[in-house]
């Protein structure tokens, strides 16, 4: 038996979530006296693999698969587990790897635990700790199905090398009818320097930037920083900014080292969504504005004066 990471990988590169998820595979096999395999899709970066301690990558190189689908990866990434005898599975808490889990999960009639932060609690019985209520807290959740799936929270762990020299093995899983469904992908703008899942940092804005001509400081400050760019809902609804930077509750979560809030309320349903980045910085000219009490560092000041003295302190660095 072995341990499977599924590594998710973007136009030909595994995605740093992914690399995260391999870390902690090896924690997860080395306590458990075993070796780790990785199913990889369309991607030959195995020496990648090798480093953070992957010993066996199944390669998957088809033209049909180059696109992600959650049916047809499920598929694949189910007869790998067979293959393997693998009875924990380790993927990310990507929104692909959330939807394909529990598509898996079905599949293996698997436990499946998203969003876990730490290495498992035990091994026997497998005790893992993740997120829960809206990341307003923690649960331990014991594993009791013949497999197990663990979604690694993107950052939460972080990336552990452990270099072994890793074997490629072809892979063609079969798969039935059905499992091609995709019409259509847009990639994602992104601007600033990373994706908001793969981001150190974030830049976020809200409403209080009062119309998307004042974005320009926005991302100034992300660019110095190499940071992605973000916001509320509000202004993804009025079109200020693209639907694919509203992050919160509805929108896409935020796991960052660091989330700087400018001009953002903090509304309980924003505050679900961001709250598990570790470092947050507020930026308000209202004293009470309720993302104060969640902050770890707070301005309370205008920030179209703000944000320009911040850039002009960070160049100097
Ligand atoms: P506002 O609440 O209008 O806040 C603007 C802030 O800017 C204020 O605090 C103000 O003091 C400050 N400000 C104004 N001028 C300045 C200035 N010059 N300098 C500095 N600060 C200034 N929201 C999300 O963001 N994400 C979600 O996923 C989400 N999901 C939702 C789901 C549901 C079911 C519902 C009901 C709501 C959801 N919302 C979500 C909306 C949420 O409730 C809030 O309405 C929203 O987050 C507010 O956005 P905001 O902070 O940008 O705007």
Redesign the pocket.
């Known amino acids: 038996m072995s341990i499977l990471v599924y590594t998710e990988s973007e136009q030909g590169k595994f995605k740093k979530h992914a690399l995260e998820a391999a870390s902690y595979a090896y924690e997860v096999a080395h306590k458990l006296g075993t070796t780790v395999t990785a199913i990889s899709f369309n991607n030959e970066e195995n020496d990648v693999l090798g480093t953070y301690g992957v010993n066996k990558v199944l390669q998957v190189s088809d033209d049909k698969l180059k696109t992600f689908n959650a049916k047809a990866y499920a598929q694949a990434v189910s007869q790998a587990a067979s293959k393997e005898d693998a009875r924990v599975i380790v993927l990310s808490s990507s929104t692909d790897s959330k939807y394909m889990a529990g598509l898996l999960a079905g599949m293996l009639k698997a436990s499946y635990a998203p969003n876990v932060v730490a290495a498992p609690e035990s091994t026997s019985p497998l005790v893992v700790k993740r997120t829960a209520f809206s990341n307003k807290g923690f649960a331990l959740t014991q594993m009791d199905a013949d497999v197990s799936i663990i979604g690694v929270s993107n950052n939460a762990y972080g990336l552990k090398e452990n270099a072994v020299d890793a074997t490629v093995e072809a892979f063609s899983p079969e798969l039935k009818d059905g499992a091609f469904n995709v019409k259509s992908v847009e990639v994602d703008k992104v601007v600033g320097k990373a994706t908001i899942a793969d981001a150190e940092i974030v830049v976020s804005a809200?409403?209080?930037m009062?119309g998307p001509e004042n974005w320009g400081m926005i991302e100034e400050l992300a660019d110095v920083l190499g940071a992605a760019t973000a916001c509320?809902?509000?202004?993804s609804d009025l079109g200020w900014r693209p639907h694919s930077e509203?992050?919160?509750?509805?929108?896409k979560p935020v796991a960052s080292n660091l989330y700087i809030a400018?001009?953002?309320?903090?509304?309980?349903?924003?505050l679900?969504?961001v709250s598990a980045s570790k470092t947050k910085v507020v930026?308000?000219?209202?004293p009470e504005?309720p993302?104060f009490k969640a902050a770890d560092y707070g301005i309370v000041?205008?920030?179209?004066e703000?944000v320009p003295k911040l850039i002009e302190k960070l160049k100097e660095f």
Not at 246 to 251: A, L, Y
Not at 283 to 286: F, K
């Open positions: 809200g409403r209080g009062k509320s809902k509000p202004v509203h992050v919160g509750q509805t929108g400018i001009g953002i309320s903090g509304a309980i349903q924003h679900a969504g930026i308000n000219n209202d504005a993302f000041g205008d920030a179209f703000v």
